[in-house]
């Protein structure tokens, strides 16, 4: 069709400034914690006060006898499941019988004001029976561990493993034989916006939230479920989102579903907002892995095998447990061709806060431990670190550890790492550095890290997403999509989309918040999926509703649809350029012709496949290659690591808004940079420890250095316009970059993470973290 | 109870506020000025800035009996007929936006300083702002914005 | 919607003899400033965080006493005499109430006292600073305040008030006995502090901190150094988030005094300040690793001192 030949794109590819910019800048953007409405009641969680218990009464009287209480509900009061969960279904949103952890809800205190719903939620009176508790990893998974959950035996949520070739046939082979641990810590998403909801009861009974929800799709299956409505009693519409980083899942369906209850069983509206430290407390956390490494190399530096064995702290409830943990999975050696490899990843309970989604997914765990451990062969081998990785990385065609030969799209590993080294005039500073650091306190260092990441979900499950886009009769347009805004910049992305492909102006399009009754369920807004999924359902829709004004042009001009070209808010015909009809025109035509001018786009995944037993198939349709530089500045005397500047080149298959992917660079670089240095959320027998932002420390904008952004861009056939994903890749690899530069400007090798200034000068965390490991805090 | 007269975005506005009232509650749920935030309530964020007789503070440290007489800039002030004010527009031009709640602390922050210091240096800036915390932007854009206005002054 | 603040009572005061009078009529009462330390705290003891046990049973909350009941305060931030910053001969005179940026910024103290200028323009952020007040650094008495350290080399003297008892005068050292702990009078109020400023010294103050901007201090160190030649003809070192209370480190300058400046002693110097904290506080959690670094640290602003001089070379 003529319409589809190639045309020089005026909005992908160009920075196109957000839309919902204007409301942004003005405080006219609508975040959870803004809305209310008229008769609201206030809702107010009690919290367990035990990592571990049985709760065996629980007494409001004293609550309820306070001024301006409506009520107090307890898990009593669910008329559906009290469980909730997007892999298992067995989170309660309020406890009934047992708290497993500290931010367990107990109670829901309803009341005219969040002063009084605070005041009675003090005196509800939770009379528990302390149990045995565990907050170690392999003590929880040793005999006689205290179980969490009575149907997981050894507390063990999920073991994945990996089987390909014969790993000791590789060892024998090897020249050198290494092994060594590495450890991350648990962090916090950090999003400046608590959490917040407004509940109102809906129509037929049903109920509506508004609130602070990543996933609103999910959201609602947990609400409905709690409240025992079928889903399309429950409506769950996304307000402005002040961030969220994979953050705002499991905690949202929590407090949607007890903001619901309370509107469904009072009749009046219900707000909820939580401060800062019970966010803190409360919501998942990224999960702190341990992981043990075993590699064999040839004096060349070749890797003959691995074999791999990680446990992730998945705290008390199983949450996304199972799919980070598979991601960690196919990241585990890093983009690197390995024979032989035997992983064993595992996840398991205790009763710290449990660890789902967070930005990165398993990788930074993964790549902070298989990147450190490359600079360390290539320590021991005398070889420079770009070398080992040169050597070792996928080219095209390579076959990954999971058995997957990348031969569909560019496998840019080796021009990622060329483009970032040679920015950051690598070689040079390799050289120089240590011989400039001789004799000085204050000694620097470049280190760099790789990686490679499947895009979207992959074998994790269903990958499907729509779209609308709805053409007005004033030619105005109207798109709307299952995917949701969390601040990334999904709205203008799609905006930009929907107006090339209906060659309008972007000022014509009026993009709408996310409405579970208003657009079909179209997956999680995860796993950096929006544009490369997303972005082609909306580009489906919108080509779809041109179809329809060129049909209804072709009809009045008495010619045939073929005919019909689209230009920039116009059409013509193509063998008469004089006949040329404006798209307000066009739009009238097709309303008096009565044409559908909206129209439904639909996207799905090309398929993959996976053998759970040997961890071998086609784990994702596509992956994105990324590397970066640090350098760095280390005070041996105090261990203070300052990051002078950060190179970043990753392939995102194609900027569609390439500001926009910038940002992402950034805010994915100064995120990873925390988790090198500074995060560290600590818990002391499963409290935490860490409850505001004076204690919990993340970067300011004095603590980001310099950097450079990158952007490579090998078109991917699966990808929207050719585009991949960007959001989680900038943030996988930054920690491990600047490990490797800390190692190369001291010359010792920090194995765990944050390098705080405690491990960098001694080696050792001196401070409470992981359950009871480390001595007191004073 | 106690009465104050504040000038909110030169609005003059006379309340009477219980003694433990917040100066972002006053803003946010008696005046409806939405715009400010509050992220952490103990003055480490910055999401709840204002601009208070020309100084930017956290209003959730401030209590509003302490700001009888006041003079103070909201979010809302800046582009007070709709028309974005030159700093407002930076931040579109140069990507400074993303999830947008850190974003009218950050304009208050950097309004304040501009208007004692018009041209500041980028390390200038970056302190100025280093009591605003952003989870999204990693700060770049954001200072190029600011750093943008302060070359166009005189 | 709001986070209530369990104040009973702000009453704002005219005059420093209207707020004594307040304050000896209403003995429970606390003098409000910035507000930055209080009302955190109040937050906190309300319970405001709303999670873990109330009245603050896991400890780190810092509501041990659980005392709900709602404060009464003296609001003192709007007298115009408690923010006056002034050189008297070879004083400088800082009022209670001036502002940390202020502070920060003033000229006269940047001649007479650079150090405390530094150490002002280090707490928090603008915003904080903005609000908080010197007089309230010095009386939330925080082992990790930033100004102490540079006010005790200082040889600060703090000037309190009480209708009762007039005006007592007392050494830094004196009036801040502990960590959040004064001997202040509950009908007291801090009017002024008075700094020895004086030209002639050499100075440093170095701050740790984990983050570039916007935290704790992890180590202060504050050194004073006048030279005759090269020899160290006076000394004053003063250490911060490694004492109890402030004070200067007289073993660390004894290392010093007198004798010629020298790298050598210099370090001795940074071991003897690194011992003389050992030996107040005992080994706990954090020596391991504050040992060697104050020892570090006060080496380095010792030289830092000396290189201004030109007996030396800092940073390397």
């Not at chain 1, 009575?150 to 090897?174: C, M, S, T, W």
């Not at chain 1, 359902?537 to 045939?560: F, I, N, P, Y």
């Amino acid at each position: 069709m003529a319409a589809e030949r190639v045309k020089r794109a005026r909005y992908v590819g160009a920075p196109a400034q957000r839309v919902d910019g204007f409301d942004k800048v003005t405080g006219r953007a609508v975040f959870g914690a803004d809305m209310s409405a008229p008769n609201m009641l206030w809702g107010q969680v009690v919290r367990s006060q035990h990592p571990h218990a049985l709760i065996r009464a629980i007494d409001a009287s004293a609550a309820l006898a306070c001024d301006g209480v409506a009520a107090v509900l307890t898990a009593s009061d669910v008329p559906g499941d009290i469980r909730f969960g997007v892999v298992v279904p067995h989170q309660p949103v309020l406890c009934s019988d047992r708290v497993r952890y500290m931010g367990d809800g107990v109670a829901l205190v309803l009341a005219e004001t969040r002063e009084q719903a605070a005041e009675a939620a003090r005196l509800v009176k939770a009379d528990y029976q302390p149990l045995p508790a565990v907050f170690d990893v392999e003590e929880a998974m040793r005999d006689g561990a205290p179980l969490i959950h009575d149907d997981y035996p050894g507390n063990v949520v999920v073991h994945h493993r990996v089987r390909k070739g014969d790993v000791e046939a590789g060892f024998a082979q090897a020249d050198l034989i290494l092994e060594r641990d590495y450890a991350t810590q648990l962090v916090e998403h950090a999003y400046i916006e608590p959490e917040a909801v407004l509940a109102l009861p809906g129509r037929g009974g049903g109920v509506e939230v508004y609130g602070s929800i990543q996933n609103p799709f999910s959201c609602r299956r947990a609400v409905a479920r709690v409240l025992g409505l079928p889903l399309a009693k429950v409506r769950i519409v996304q307000c402005d989102m002040g961030g969220s980083f994979g953050g705002k899942d499991e905690v949202m369906s929590a407090m949607s579903a007890r903001a619901a209850l309370g509107a469904l069983l009072t009749s009046r509206p219900v707000k909820m907002v939580n401060t800062r430290e019970e966010s803190l407390v409360e919501s998942y956390k990224r999960h702190p892995y341990r992981m043990h490494y075993k590699v064999g190399v040839t004096r060349e530096g070749r890797i003959t095998a691995m074999e791999i064995r990680m446990v992730a702290d998945a705290g008390a409830y199983a949450s996304q447990s199972p799919f980070v943990t598979w991601r960690s999975t196919v990241q585990a050696t890093g983009p690197y061709e390995v024979p032989a490899v035997k992983t064993d990843i595992l996840a398991a309970f205790t009763n710290n806060t449990y660890t789902g989604a967070m930005r990165g997914f398993g990788a930074p765990q993964a790549v902070f431990a298989n990147e450190s451990l490359m600079d360390e062969i290539a320590l021991e081998l005398g070889i420079d670190p770009v070398d080992v990785r040169r050597l070792n990385g996928y080219r095209q065609g390579s076959v990954t550890a999971t058995g997957h030969k990348l031969d569909e799209h560019t496998v840019s590993l080796m021009e990622v790492i060329d483009r970032a080294t040679e920015a950051a005039g690598w070689r040079e500073k390799r050289q120089r550095l240590p011989l400039e650091n001789r004799g000085k306190t204050i000694v620097r260092g470049i280190g760099m890290a790789c990686s490679f990441r499947g895009c979207s979900l992959g074998a994790e499950g269903v990958d499907a997403t729509g779209a609308i886009v709805s053409v007005q009769t004033d030619g105005s347009v109207i798109v709307s999509t299952g995917l949701a805004e969390n601040g990334q910049g999904l709205r203008t992305i799609f905006s930009q989309i929907a107006a090339e492909e209906l060659g309008v102006d972007i000022g014509r399009i009026v993009f709408l918040p996310c409405d579970t009754s208003g657009v079909p369920d179209g997956g999680p807004t995860v796993a950096s999926r929006s544009t490369i999924m997303g972005g082609n359902a909306v580009r489906d829709a919108a080509r779809k509703a041109r179809r329809a004004l060129e049909d209804a042009v072709a009809q009045e001009l008495g010619v045939s649809s073929e005919e019909i070209e689209a230009g920039f808010e116009e059409f013509s015909a193509i063998g008469d350029r004089t006949l040329r009809v404006g798209f307000d025109q066009a739009v009238a035509m097709a309303w008096n012709q009565a044409r559908l001018m909206a129209s439904f786009g639909w996207h799905q995944a090309p398929k993959v496949n996976w053998d759970e037993h040997v961890g071998q198939g086609k784990a994702y349709f596509t992956y994105v290659y990324g590397c970066q530089v640090a350098e760095v500045a280390v005070d041996t005397a105090t261990g203070q690591v300052r990051v002078e500047r950060l190179t970043a080149a990753h392939d995102v298959g194609r900027a569609v808004n390439p500001q926009a992917v910038q940002g992402q660079f950034y805010g994915g670089m100064a995120m990873g940079l925390g988790y090198g240095l500074l995060e560290e959320v600590e818990l002391k027998k499963g409290a935490t420890r860490t409850k505001n932002f004076d204690q919990y420390l993340i970067p300011t904008a004095m603590d980001v250095p310099e950097m450079i952004p990158i952007v490579v861009e090998n078109h991917d056939p699966y990808g929207a316009y050719g585009a991949k994903t960007i959001g989680e890749p900038t943030c996988e690899i930054t920690a491990a970059a600047i490990a490797n530069a800390v190692a190369h400007a001291v010359g010792c090798r920090v194995r765990e993470l944050p390098l705080d200034m405690e491990r960098v000068l001694l080696g050792e965390c001196l401070r409470v973290a992981r359950g009871e490991r480390g001595s007191e805090r004073p | 109870m106690a009465r104050v007269t504040l000038t909110v975005n030169d609005r003059q506005v006379t309340l009477d506020v219980h003694p433990g009232e917040r100066l972002v509650d006053t803003l946010r749920d008696r005046l409806g000025l939405t715009g400010t935030k509050e992220g952490c309530g103990v003055g480490e964020c910055g999401a709840c800035t204002v601009v208070v007789d020309g100084d930017a503070v956290n209003s959730c440290l401030v209590l509003t009996v302490q700001c009888d007489g006041a003079a103070i800039l909201t979010v809302e002030g800046l582009a007070p007929a709709g028309q974005l004010s030159r700093l407002q527009r930076a931040f579109l031009e140069h990507g400074a936006v993303q999830c947008g709640f850190c974003t009218p602390g950050m304009l208050m922050s950097a309004t304040a300083l501009l208007a004692r210091n018009p041209r500041p240096t980028r390390e200038e800036i970056r302190a100025a702002l280093a009591g605003n915390l952003c989870r999204c932007t990693g700060y770049e854009q954001i200072v190029q914005a600011v750093e943008a206005v302060a070359n166009e002054a005189e | 919607m709001s986070i209530r603040m369990p104040i009973a009572e702000v009453y704002r005061t005219s005059s420093v003899d209207d707020a004594l009078a307040f304050l000896a009529e209403h003995p429970g009462a606390r003098p409000l400033a910035g507000g930055t330390d209080l009302l955190v705290e109040l937050r906190t003891r309300w319970g405001g965080p709303l999670v873990g046990k109330p009245g603050g049973a896991q400890g780190a909350d810092g509501g041990g006493g659980a005392d709900l009941s709602p404060a009464s305060l003296l609001d003192i931030s709007g007298l115009p005499e408690l923010r006056d910053i002034r050189a008297d001969g070879r004083k400088l005179v800082i009022g209670a109430c001036a502002r940390v940026a202020e502070v920060a910024s003033s000229p006269q103290v940047a001649a007479a006292a650079p150090t405390l200028a530094q150490a002002a323009g280090s707490v928090g952020s603008v915003q904080i600073r903005n609000r908080a007040t010197l007089g309230g650094n010095i009386m939330n008495a925080s082992p990790a305040a930033d100004s102490l350290p540079a006010l005790a080399v200082h040889e600060a003297v703090c000037v309190l008030r009480s209708q009762r008892g007039g005006e007592r005068r007392l050494r830094l050292g004196e009036l801040v006995t502990g960590p959040y702990c004064t001997c202040a009078r509950p009908d007291e109020l801090l009017v002024a502090v008075e700094l020895e400023g004086g030209s002639g010294w050499r100075q440093s103050y170095m701050r740790l901190g984990r983050r570039q901007a916007m935290t704790i201090a992890r180590l202060i160190v504050a050194v004073l150094m006048r030279f005759e030649g090269s020899t160290v003809a006076d000394v004053r070192i003063s250490a911060g988030a490694a004492f109890p209370s402030p004070r200067r480190i007289e073993p660390a300058e004894r290392a010093l005094l007198g004798a010629p400046f020298s790298r050598a002693a210099a370090r001795e110097a940074g071991e003897a300040a690194a011992e003389e904290m050992v030996r107040v506080c005992g080994i706990r959690w954090s020596t391991r690793y504050k040992q060697p670094v104050l020892a570090a640290l006060v080496e380095r602003a010792v030289r830092q001192c000396a290189a201004k001089e030109g007996l030396d070379e800092w940073p390397e």
